[in-house]
């Protein structure tokens, strides 16, 4: 049960280990387009049925007719992979219980968002975890967890383009284990060690930078939104999305906020020091470098 690219390879991973996977279930089609008069698969439903392989797409995880045409495949195990909240009818139906891979290392990281969470905290080690779902969201008996690391200069593609790998080893490998087990696998309850640091999902208005913060969270921020959704703030009466930043040792000495052009370099005032902007766009523009970005300011002049 998936629906982003993310759960691709996952899918991918268990088609290639010879897994028999009788059905997959997404989210229903997207209407999209400037009139809504398009609908757009979700990326896994293309690749199942490129696979052969049945797809299901309810509208409401308890509808009874979902959940009788579920049962009539009479899987096994279930695996979920980036989906929605399921019912107990869902997830306790199979003989071996249902899993879920998770882009986090619980209990930390809890929630919609922990890929952009833990690069926007400025974590240097995220990593993913199997563990089976109970009542509550994310809470289930650990099965494994995988660590990865995150380079300081990483963004949120890079570390989700990683886990995306990673989780789909964790994934066949935590099959191996309750296969091997014939569903009975070593398993351990969360323990929650310090504060937790949660990862609610990311609305438009969480996406707007601060620059009343040192520079390093304010680096921080914006990576952990690039490429998508994208860390904005307002500029010359339009928005800018910042992608891309790189921190300085120069001390501001500007309102933070304030961009400035010192020697064909677009700088930026966090609350301590400048950073560089390297890759933005403006409101109804094309993403572009800061070169790029300069060049066209100049030639207005």
């Not at 660590?147 to 935590?174: H, N, Q, S």
Request: aromatic share 8%; proline share 7%.
């Amino acid at each position: 049960m998936g629906t982003p690219e993310f759960a691709i390879e996952s899918l991918r991973q268990l088609i290639e280990n010879g897994y028999h996977v009788v059905a997959v279930v997404t989210q229903p089609d997207r209407a999209v387009g400037r009139h809504a008069s398009v609908l757009q698969p979700p990326a896994v439903k293309q690749y199942a049925l490129e696979q052969g392989i049945p797809v299901l797409q309810p509208e409401k995880m308890k509808d009874p007719s979902f959940v009788e045409e579920l049962r009539s495949y009479r899987a096994d195990l279930q695996v979920v992979v980036a989906f929605r909240m399921l019912p107990e009818v869902v997830w306790a139906m199979p003989r071996f219980g249902t899993f879920n891979v998770h882009a986090a290392l619980l209990p930390q990281y809890r929630g919609a968002a922990p890929i952009n969470w833990a690069v926007i905290n400025g974590e240097t080690v995220t990593g993913v975890t199997t563990f089976f779902l109970d009542h509550d969201i994310d809470t289930g008996r650990i099965i494994l967890q995988r660590p990865f690391e995150i380079p300081d200069d990483a963004d949120a593609e890079y570390v989700y383009d990683g886990l995306m790998r990673l989780g789909a080893e964790a994934c066949v490998k935590t099959i191996e284990l309750v296969m091997e087990g014939d569903g009975q696998v070593e398993s351990t309850p969360q323990q929650a060690t310090g504060q937790l640091k949660n990862a609610p999902k990311i609305f438009k208005e969480t996406c707007e930078i601060d620059w009343n913060q040192p520079a390093k969270k304010v680096y921080d921020f914006i990576r952990g939104l690039s490429p998508y959704p994208g860390a904005w703030c307002s500029f010359e009466g339009s928005t800018m999305k910042i992608y891309k930043t790189e921190k300085t040792s120069r001390p501001s000495t500007s309102t933070p906020g304030t961009f400035i052009c010192d020697h064909q370099q677009l700088l930026v005032a966090a609350k301590d020091n400048y950073l560089e902007v390297k890759e933005l766009q403006v409101a109804g523009k094309k993403k572009m470098n800061s070169k790029s970005f300069l060049n066209g300011r100049q030639g207005k002049r």
